[in-house]
């Protein structure tokens, strides 16, 4: 497997702004899928945001029209740019994968990789 490491989080007031990034020169280069997940103490981890090949992407309602992925060809790497952040935003943010032709979903068990995770914290 190749090896997922996320960067980029910290702790910011609501209302801030923070850029999630995770390498996968791998990924990006084939047919695959890769999303950001979520996971707060206590709660289940959940699907934020995938994006596949054809730059098809999907979001949590949670955090439309706030988080926006992307992945830039030109530096193998995934983003999760992440505004208007709220307190309930804090978690621990995973990056994930998966070589696949199917449809990308936020579906925590569709995904075979990942990383080990950046924590995220919004104060209000």
């Known amino acids: 497997q190749v090896q997922l490491v996320e960067s980029g989080g910290g702790s910011v007031q609501a209302g801030g702004s923070l850029r999630l990034s995770c390498p996968a020169s791998?990924?990006?280069?084939?047919?695959?899928?890769m999303g950001w997940f979520r996971q707060a103490p206590g709660k289940e981890r959940e699907g934020v945001a995938a994006i596949g090949r054809d730059g098809s992407t999907s979001y949590a309602d949670s955090v439309k029209g706030r988080f926006t992925i992307s992945s830039d060809y030109a530096d193998h790497t995934l983003y999760l740019q992440m505004n208007s952040l709220k307190p309930e935003d804090t978690s621990m943010y995973y990056c994930a994968a998966v070589f696949t032709y199917h449809t990308c979903t936020l579906v925590e068990a569709d995904y075979n990789n990942w990383g080990q995770g950046t924590q995220v914290t919004v104060s209000s």
């Open positions: 791998r990924y990006i280069y084939s047919s695959y899928c």
